[in-house]
């Protein structure tokens, strides 16, 4: 079956750092490209960064320059390292594979249960 399991989410104040991991399963991961998004209620779900198969890296506006997307292939695991965090990043972080709109890598059940993400004053 296909799993995709994130974790690293948690509360910090403006300027802190984490690290989210995804562990992914059932699916050939080394020739998947893979994303983070972002989940705010009420608002559009934001691909956040998005890294591919052949180490390409995208990195929404919002964040360029903070955070760090990597993966490590030998363990089927993506990583976003979140640095000098503010307020606008909290939300709810999930892990997709295929590196598409959030829309279609839900739909496709590519999609993991999420971690939350609060950035304080």
């Known amino acids: 079956e296909v799993k995709l399991q994130e974790s690293g989410g948690g509360s910090v104040q403006d300027g802190g750092s984490l690290r989210l991991s995804c562990v992914v399963s059932g699916f050939t991961f080394d020739e998947t490209d893979m994303g983070w998004y972002r989940e705010v209620p009420g608002q559009e779900c934001v691909l956040v960064s998005r890294i591919s198969s052949d180490f390409t890296t995208y990195y929404d506006d919002s964040v360029k320059g903070r955070f760090t997307i990597s993966r490590d292939d030998a363990k089927n695991t993506i990583y976003l390292q979140m640095n000098n965090l503010r307020a606008t990043d909290s939300g709810v972080y999930y892990c997709?594979?295929?590196?598409?709109?959030?829309?279609?890598?839900?739909?496709?059940?590519?999609w993991g249960q999420g971690t939350q993400v609060t950035v304080s004053s």
């Open positions: 997709g594979a295929g590196g598409g709109s959030c829309h279609w890598t839900r739909l496709g059940g590519y």
